[in-house]
């Protein structure tokens, strides 16, 4: 309520900024009135594309709604030429694996294998969080062919959507992140998780 307070008489006395806008935007959202949020970041983002906040609280909102489309045409709207494109585009990702394993679709496992496809030529993203989010694709796929049934036509970064190449898959990234990551503790872990998901092979 304080912060409310405060940041309404700034936008009085600058009702032309977006900056306050956006601060009542997020005390908003912080408040639980999502309505008033939402109209608020969709004002400043619509006028500025340069207030990416503003983006990423809406898509804050759509997805807590359940509107996974919604959120990830937000994020879509992020500039490629932005330096938060990266986040954007790695959110994107999150927000479209955001369901129940059986809700997901081919579609969505098909597009954020696209997504993540493109993210890789970003060398700012980081090959640590690029790994995390292969885990992320990677999981959401196994869960979905558990949930329902394998199909061996389509691929997922490179490799048939069926039990055993996700599980390889997997096995692989957690290999690849226990390479980067500087806690032993934290590396063994991953390689515990990497044994443990690995297909039974005959060698």
Same mark, same amino acid.
């Given at each position: &309520?304080?912060?409310?307070?405060?940041?309404?008489?700034?936008?009085?006395?600058?009702?032309?900024?977006?900056?306050?806008?956006? #601060?009542? #935007?997020?005390?908003?959202?912080?408040?639980?009135?999502? *309505?008033?949020?939402?109209?608020?970041?969709?004002?400043?983002?619509?006028?500025?594309? =340069?207030?990416?906040?503003?983006?990423?609280?809406?898509?804050?909102?759509?997805?807590?709604?359940?509107?996974?489309?919604? +959120?990830?045409?937000?994020?879509?709207?992020?500039?490629?030429?932005?330096?938060?494109?990266?986040? &954007?585009?790695?959110? &994107?990702?999150? *927000?479209?694996?955001?369901?129940?394993?059986? +809700?997901?679709?081919?579609?969505?496992?098909?597009?954020? =294998?696209?997504?993540?496809?493109?993210?890789?030529?970003?060398?700012?993203?980081?090959?640590?969080?690029?790994?995390?989010?292969?885990?992320?694709?990677?999981?959401?796929?196994?869960?979905?062919?558990?949930?329902?049934?394998?199909?061996?036509?389509?691929?997922?970064?490179?490799?048939?959507?069926?039990?055993?190449?996700?599980?390889?898959?997997?096995?692989?990234?957690?290999?690849?992140? &226990?390479?980067?990551?500087?806690?032993?503790?934290?590396?063994?872990?991953?390689?515990?998780?990497?044994?443990?998901?690995?297909?039974?092979?005959?060698?």
């Amino acid at each position: &309520a304080t912060a409310h307070s405060a940041f309404d008489r700034v936008f009085d006395v600058l009702p032309g900024e977006l900056a306050p806008l956006l #601060a009542l #935007a997020l005390v908003a959202e912080v408040s639980g009135d999502q *309505a008033t949020a939402e109209r608020r970041y969709a004002r400043v983002w619509n006028t500025d594309r =340069s207030y990416v906040n503003a983006a990423f609280g809406l898509a804050r909102l759509r997805q807590a709604a359940g509107d996974r489309a919604g +959120a990830v045409r937000v994020l879509d709207q992020v500039p490629t030429d932005s330096r938060h494109h990266p986040a &954007a585009a790695a959110a &994107a990702v999150r *927000a479209r694996l955001a369901a129940d394993p059986a +809700a997901l679709t081919r579609e969505d496992l098909r597009d954020v =294998s696209e997504r993540l496809s493109r993210l890789r030529e970003r060398p700012e993203i980081g090959s640590e969080r690029l790994d995390r989010l292969t885990l992320d694709v990677f999981t959401a796929a196994l869960d979905w062919i558990k949930a329902g049934a394998p199909d061996p036509t389509v691929e997922v970064l490179g490799r048939p959507l069926t039990e055993r190449h996700i599980r390889f898959g997997l096995e692989a990234t957690y290999r690849a992140l &226990a390479k980067l990551v500087t806690d032993a503790a934290t590396r063994i872990e991953l390689v515990d998780r990497a044994n443990a998901v690995r297909p039974r092979t005959l060698f």
